[in-house]
């Protein structure tokens, strides 16, 4: 079955076109500056292609994915009809969506009614599903939520020490984030270590937002991204976690609202905010001669070690540490200094496996005798999309 996965940004729509029977990717798309001056599409095959094309509104972008894909020159498919199935990430909309789920039109309208569980996600997400439906009517549409992996957490981790009645009347908790991605990763392991049953794992999707999931029997029962993706760790450009205390204080100095500094706090914290602006990686680590950019690196790699740690101890122990996403899976700095000195957690790291090892594969980090192995494990979030959709829809 070929289904289109869609991931709608505020001002960027991806899409890829994916064979769900064998698991290929036929084709990628990636529409950005849609609302702006100078908007393009980058779209691969086997060939690469950069399509510049004025994209005022996100529908307009979608059309052009859908002409493209049908492209006679460099179009994949012949006809839409081969298209079976769209199926759409999802951020965050609350305890009530748990699970992957066809989108009929009461789904949609009562999916509007939790937007503000993470609103600078959540319009985009639904302006992709309304689009897709207007345009493509006869074709079924799948929401999957990042948040259902994180559905098996117990109260105690996932409550807030606040007046009850906030979660009770208003379902203020801990959510996290990157679910799809640590729900890939559980699945892996399973391929790769046999049934989960007994086995403790830390699933560590590290990017430019970031989060450590704690899987327990192959369910989490933690994770360190909380009722918003800003909690945690040091990220890119968002703060990770402060002392909420701090709002008030920014608020005074700089002369902000409460909605100018939650915008501060995701937008221009984090490594850029140590830094002064650098928030890749790649930048950081050709930077560490220069005192705050160090800084930056230990606190990120800090964070990183603590929630490792603290999930050790929730888990009594951990068997596999796993790396992912773009940090996680490249960045060998920032592999080896997390799991420097966890002598204790009986990590025997191996460093010249780590440095050599090539890009984009399942790659152990740890020597033969390793009472835990730290393994990369490359993500891929589209999959799991593609496969709910697929599996919903037969």
């Known amino acids: 079955m070929k289904v289109l996965v869609i991931n709608s940004g505020s001002s960027s729509l991806k899409a890829q076109l994916m064979e769900t029977s064998n698991g290929k990717v036929i084709a990628k798309a990636y529409c950005q500056r849609i609302g702006l001056d100078k908007s393009f599409m ?9 399509i510049e094309h004025n994209m005022p509104t996100h529908k307009q972008a979608f059309q052009l994915v859908l002409d493209t894909l049908t492209d006679k020159k460099i179009g994949v498919i ?4 081969e298209i079976k199935a769209i199926g759409h990430r999802m951020v965050n909309f609350g305890e009530k969506y748990n699970k992957s789920i066809i989108v009929t039109k009461d789904v949609y309208e009562d999916l509007k009614n939790y937007i503000h569980f993470a609103p600078l996600h959540n319009p985009a997400a639904l302006l992709g599903i309304s689009i897709c439906m ?5 074709i079924k549409n799948v929401a999957v939520f990042d948040t259902a992996f994180h559905s098996t957490m117990p109260d105690y981790a996932f409550m807030y020490a606040i007046p009850y009645d906030l979660y009770e009347n208003n379902k203020i908790r801990r959510y996290g984030a990157h679910g799809t991605s640590h729900r890939y990763i559980a699945m892996k392991c399973a391929e790769l270590f046999g049934d989960l ?16 999931c704690a899987i327990k029997d192959g369910k989490c029962i933690d994770t360190s991204m909380g009722y918003t993706p800003l909690a945690g760790l040091v990220m890119g450009t968002r703060s990770g976690d402060v002392d909420p205390s701090v709002l008030k204080d920014i608020m005074e100095i700089k002369g902000l609202n409460i909605g100018q500094t939650i915008d501060l706090l995701n937008k221009q914290s984090g490594l850029a905010g140590i830094t002064g602006g650098l928030s890749d990686l790649r930048d950081i680590d050709d930077n560490l001669d220069k005192p705050r950019v160090k800084l930056a690196f230990d606190m990120l790699v800090y964070s990183i070690k603590k929630y490792i740690g603290a ?4 888990m009594n122990g951990v068997d596999y540490i ?5 940090v996680g899976e490249n960045d060998s700095l920032v592999r080896e200094a997390v799991c420097k000195d966890m002598e204790y957690l009986g990590v025997d790291f191996d460093s010249e496996v780590n440095n050599n090892a090539p890009r984009g594969t399942i790659q152990e980090f740890t020597k033969k005798n390793s009472k835990t192995k730290v393994y990369r494990i490359p993500t891929d979030e589209e999959y799991m999309i593609a496969m709910d959709t697929a ?3 037969k």
């Open 197 to 212: 049953k007994g086995k403790k794992i830390i699933s560590c999707h590290i990017g430019s937002g970031s989060s450590v």
């Open 322 to 326: 796993i790396f992912t996403a773009g």
């Open 134 to 138: 207007e345009m493509m009517p006869k």
């Open 78 to 81: 012949s006809s839409l009809d």
């Open 311 to 314: 999930y050790a101890a929730a």
């Open 42 to 50: 980058e779209y691969k095959t086997s060939e690469k292609h950069i």
């Open 391 to 393: 599996n919903l829809v």
